[in-house]
């Protein structure tokens, strides 16, 4: 890449030693850690969560029993050395975009790695200029809707309000179960954009209905990890019982991936934990299914 330099294997995404693992100019997706925390409003932490997921991604089987095979070595996958982040949380933002737009730019698929959710108004801006179609497929236990929270325009809390601020953009949220009463309004006033499933309804979930306004579209997948219960994942800033669990959203996920094309995503708000490894060891897993989806043909899959 022209500015940014390769983790070597050891440190990067997935066993250093498999095939293909020293070849990053081979690889068709780049994982790119950003450690942002600036808005966090609880539980801190997110600024270690991409060196725990890439920790942790070392003991990742790699053989997927879904497309029966290391799947891994169909688009391999390179991981961007962390870069300082920019003091301002504006700053941040732009430097996270410059990322993602460099990886797009050498044709490789970009994965953020975080980090708070903030992070999404910045990873998202290439794609609006590269995609007239593109929908936001948003795994969140929280709408995130509000016009920016504690004073903070680009808070967290109002990742998806922000990312809704270019016109072209719609959404889709699946696992939501909280919103705030400020947040209603605008989500009323926007029904032809905003579409979200509550976590509540997940026993009677029709996942083709789920999916359905994303087809032949451009998606960008947006992944807080609070989106699961808290009792697969208490690390993370604001666990919230009620949520998805690991089948659940794996299949929305892989709906999505059949229906339309996947162009990119994040994975937001790890904050690891003493003791709590598995929730580092999910996050990791979580990654390399996503991208297995995005950039494997499904007729490989079982």
Request: glycine content about 8%.
């Amino acid at each position: 890449m022209r500015q940014f330099k390769y983790l070597p294997s050891e440190a990067g995404f997935l066993d250093p030693i498999r095939p293909g693992a020293n070849a990053p100019h081979l690889a068709k997706a780049v994982v790119i850690p950003f450690g942002l925390e600036k808005s966090v409003s609880f539980q801190g932490g997110t600024s270690m969560g991409p060196q725990a997921l890439l920790s942790a991604s070392k003991e990742v089987e790699l053989f997927d029993e879904e497309f029966w095979s290391e799947i891994i070595n169909e688009y391999e996958v390179a991981t961007l050395a962390p870069q300082p982040i920019a003091e301002s949380l504006e700053g941040a933002l732009k430097q996270v975009a410059l990322m993602v737009r460099e990886v797009l730019s050498e044709g490789k698929f970009p994965l953020v790695i975080g980090g708070e959710h903030s992070l999404t108004a910045g990873a998202i801006r290439p794609y609006v200029d590269r995609f007239d179609d593109l929908t936001v497929l948003q795994f969140d236990a929280h709408a995130d809707l509000r016009d920016g929270y504690e004073g903070v325009h680009y808070s967290h809390a109002a990742a998806m309000r922000r990312v809704l601020d270019f016109p072209q953009i719609s959404l889709t949220g699946v696992g939501i179960r909280n919103i705030s009463q400020e947040e209603v309004p605008f989500l009323e006033a926007n029904r032809d954009r905003i579409r979200l499933h509550w976590a509540s309804e997940a026993p009677k979930w029709d996942v083709d209905e789920i999916v359905a306004p994303l087809k032949n579209k451009s998606i960008y997948i947006t992944f807080d990890l609070d989106c699961f219960d808290s009792s697969l994942m208490p690390a993370t800033g604001t666990p919230e019982p009620g949520g998805l669990f690991w089948y659940q959203a794996l299949e929305v996920l892989k709906a999505a991936s059949e229906v339309g094309t996947i162009v990119g995503g994040d994975i937001v708000e790890l904050a690891p934990r003493p003791g709590l490894h598995g929730c580092d060891f999910l996050a990791a897993k979580l990654a390399y299914k996503l991208l297995s989806y995005a950039l494997v043909d499904h007729n490989r899959l079982r």
